[in-house]
């Protein structure tokens, strides 16, 4: 079980704005940025967020994230057909747990 | 632009060592961290450990005492060897560059910017 806590599965229909959390506790999110990675069926992963909220270059607007606390979010606006992946968060682990942990990670299934 | 590629063998017998590396094409190893990361089939990604340019090291405590991560500046390349593998160590292998930066506040920044396409390994006899 992953120390960053992430929802299995999640779901929208095209056009529509999904969130995507991720908790954890004062040793991680709490105190470090958080980066959000996308991975698309038999690919590698991509970084989609870093630093709580900034977006690689070439990363389309529609991708925003947050953090409040221990915990962090994804947002995704004008949901698409090829944003189905499955979408992990990441953060840097003050405790013995780190110091680099993965959420358990989000299957986006678009409707 | 700066490219990963992962190579060693797709087939580990258990109890021996897991040994592969990652090349870095159309950039230099230097002065980025380089990391380890793996994949079991249909799980979550799990990081391995990461190395400096210069040798300097840390590994996920899971793993630690089986793993070693190792940079050969001249070939600009990185390896990993994980030792007494089992069934359990089958998966997916990454190679990745870790990017990072202190901002004016000294927090850390950090990411995996750059991936490889990864490795498959299967452990079994």
């Known amino acids: 079980q992953s120390v960053l806590t992430q929802p299995p599965s999640a779901s929208g229909t095209p056009g529509q704005r999904v969130t995507i959390s991720c908790s954890g506790s004062s040793s991680n999110i709490g105190s470090n940025t958080v980066n959000w990675y996308q991975q698309l069926p038999g690919t590698a992963p991509k970084l989609l967020i870093y630093?709580?909220?900034q977006r690689p270059s070439g990363v389309p607007d529609r991708f925003s994230g947050s953090k409040s606390g221990t915990s962090a979010s994804l947002a995704i606006s004008g949901l698409q057909s090829e944003d189905e992946a499955d979408y992990y968060c990441a953060a840097w682990d003050d405790s013995l747990n780190g110091p680099v942990l993965f959420g358990g990670g989000t299957k986006l299934t678009v409707l | 632009q700066v490219q990963l590629q992962e190579s060693g063998p797709g087939l580990v017998k258990p109890s021996e060592t897991l040994s592969l590396t990652c090349t870095v094409s159309g950039g230099s190893i230097s002065s980025y961290y380089w990391s380890w990361i793996r994949q079991p089939p249909g799980k979550g990604l799990e990081w391995i450990g990461y190395i400096y340019y210069s040798g300097s090291t840390n590994y996920n405590p899971s793993l630690k005492s089986r793993v070693t991560i190792s940079v050969d500046t001249s070939k600009n390349q990185f390896s990993l060897k994980l030792s007494s593998v089992t069934a359990a160590d089958t998966a997916v292998y990454y190679c990745a560059r870790r990017g990072y930066y202190y901002d004016s506040s000294g927090v850390l920044h950090w990411y995996f910017d750059l991936w490889g396409r990864g490795t498959l390994v299967t452990v079994s006899s």
């Open positions: 630093s709580n909220n």
